[in-house]
């Protein structure tokens, strides 16, 4: 009998111990699935909000530009001309060619880093249209900065020779 009481004991202890284990690893499984899903959402938000905010970055610095070639063109129809203000719009042109630069790398880089999120990550057709249609605007934009600082040089270049 006591042998007998042994076994049950036994038996249900190791019964016992094999749906405690069950138990976890259904929890862990649900735990990564929910990591899993929480590292998806975060990783189109984080590429989301970057991409919008270097186009935001860029349509701020495209208007600055405008309204400096506006001020520019401003001067001249107006007859104002002083040559220490044309040597300061030449630095700021040439400042403004230097900080396109930097932006049209930093988009380069932020435009690689979207297309590598894209391809590991598997975002939902919606997510998916709306990171290529930001990429989109990016390059959109990058065009108006560039037609800016073309319109920015000849504000200039009319200023200088209106002296």
Same mark, same amino acid.
């Given at each position: ?17 094999? =749906? ?9 499984? =649900? ?25 935001? !970055? ?10 400096? =070639? ?33 932006? !049209?790398?930093? =988009? ?30 990016? !390059? ?5 900065? !560039? ?17």
């Amino acid at each position: 009998m006591r042998k007998f009481l042994f076994f049950l004991v036994c038996v249900l202890s190791s019964i016992s111990i094999q =749906a405690q284990s069950q138990n976890s690893r259904t929890e862990v499984h =649900a735990l990564v699935h929910r990591v899993d899903s929480l590292e998806h959402e975060l990783s189109y938000l984080k590429l989301s909000y970057e991409l919008e905010t270097l186009y935001t !970055d860029m349509t701020i610095f495209s208007n600055e530009m405008y309204g400096r =070639a506006t001020d520019i063109r401003l001067m001249r129809l107006s007859g104002n001309y002083d040559s220490e203000l044309a040597e300061s719009y030449e630095g700021y042109y040439n400042s403004c060619k230097r900080k396109k630069q930097s932006i !049209d790398e930093l =988009a380069d880089i932020k435009k690689k880093n979207a297309t590598l999120a894209i391809m590991y990550y598997p975002y939902t057709e919606d997510e998916f249209e709306l990171l290529i249609r930001r990429l989109k605007m990016l !390059d959109y934009v990058s065009n108006v900065v !560039d037609d800016t600082l073309i319109v920015l040089r000849e504000s200039l270049n009319a200023y200088q020779k209106s002296k």
